[in-house]
């Protein structure tokens, strides 16, 4: 039964327009060339202008892009809703995300078409870190965090991915009919990813070179950014993975509880002179860290054994994995 959904699914053809889109919030120094780069490598260039207060929506219409509008900002994820809607509308054959900052390269849309045309790929990521990938003068710190939260996203994950944060990205019509996305801030890149895990879709990594010398490279400052995101990747990785999550600093706060405890019924053993001077601080100290240590490896073990019986009756009864 289950074998024939996924056979189904796998044979989801859509021939509408392939689509470049772009999420837009105040670009009007770059998008002018973003939209004129991307046309002739798609049948459409869709703009989701999110309240933006400058002309960049009066620009990108006038160099042939269709632009959407949202009346107040709903932030990154939340335009990215708005493009997946509309490709999934006009049975997109093929779309791509990429930032309207200047900091994609246009010309290597084909580079991430190609796999979602032959079939060989549902997502595609443009990657800067697989080989011929790159990013020019990304600051070290940067590098560092998207690593750090690639790595937190990993565990969490079998995709094993190398840039989960490249927004330039290739979906075909099986990722589009079937993913399904919340957030609406820029944790949605890594919720888009964490679906496909679930889903099971075929990921690909394409090198790209994402650029750091555009007039405006981020709206929100790294830390902002990083924080949010890597929040979202423990917290992901506490569902997906509570045994990990939980257990592993559960069984150490025991063992460290364990060892303080011994070492006070040590001291209480060799004291000698027949005076019985207890001191009550490590005694205490291990009591805790040990309560603390059960309560988080009793709380992983019935995470995980509630996740387990949740997909199990995800696939039993309704026949979804
Ligand atoms: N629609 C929309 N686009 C946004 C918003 N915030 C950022 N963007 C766009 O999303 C893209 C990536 O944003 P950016 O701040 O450059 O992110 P970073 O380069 O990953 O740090 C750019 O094209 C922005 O114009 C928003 O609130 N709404
Ligand atoms: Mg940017």
Redesign the pocket.
């Known amino acids: 039964m289950q074998t024939e959904v996924a056979e189904d699914v796998e044979a989801i053809v859509w021939d509408g327009p392939t689509i470049a889109a772009?999420?837009?919030?105040?670009?009007e120094e770059t998008i002018g060339s973003v939209v004129l780069s991307s046309l002739p490598h798609v049948d459409t260039v869709l703009c989701?202008?999110?309240g933006s207060s400058d002309s960049s929506s009066r620009i990108a219409r006038k160099l042939g892009a269709e632009v959407y509008h949202?009346r107040a900002?709903?932030?990154?994820g939340?335009?990215l809703k708005t493009i997946f809607r509309t490709a999934q509308e006009r049975r997109s054959q093929a779309l791509i995300i990429l930032?309207?900052?200047g900091?994609h390269e246009p010309s290597d849309i084909p580079n991430l078409l190609a796999p979602i045309l032959s079939g060989e790929a549902d997502v595609v990521i443009g990657s800067r870190f697989v080989e011929g990938g790159g990013a020019e003068s990304m600051p070290a710190y940067r590098a560092l965090g998207i690593k750090v939260i690639t790595a937190a996203s990993n565990l969490s994950s079998d995709l094993n991915i190398k840039d989960t944060?490249s927004?330039f990205r290739a979906f075909g019509p099986k990722a589009l009919e079937r993913l399904n996305f919340e957030h609406d801030g820029?944790e949605s890149c890594l919720e888009i990813l964490n679906a496909c895990d679930d889903l099971q879709l075929k990921v690909k990594e394409v090198p790209t070179k994402i650029r750091y010398d555009v007039p405006k490279?981020?709206?929100?400052t790294a830390l902002s950014?990083g924080f949010t995101v890597f929040s979202f990747a423990l917290i992901s990785l506490s569902q997906k993975k509570p045994l990990l999550f939980f257990g592993i600093p559960g069984i150490s706060l025991l063992a460290t509880g364990a060892a303080i405890g011994m070492r006070a019924l040590n001291e209480i053993e060799t004291i000698t002179d027949g005076t019985v001077s207890l001191s009550v601080g490590p005694g205490l100290t291990a009591a805790w860290l040990g309560m603390l240590g059960i309560s988080l490896c009793f709380a992983s073990l019935v995470l995980h054994g509630a996740r387990r019986l949740m997909r199990r009756l995800l696939v039993e009864e309704f026949g979804l994995d």
């Open positions: 772009m999420p837009v919030f105040n670009e989701v202008d999110d949202h900002n709903r932030g990154y939340g335009a930032d309207s900052d900091q944060q927004g820029m490279g981020s709206r929100y950014h």
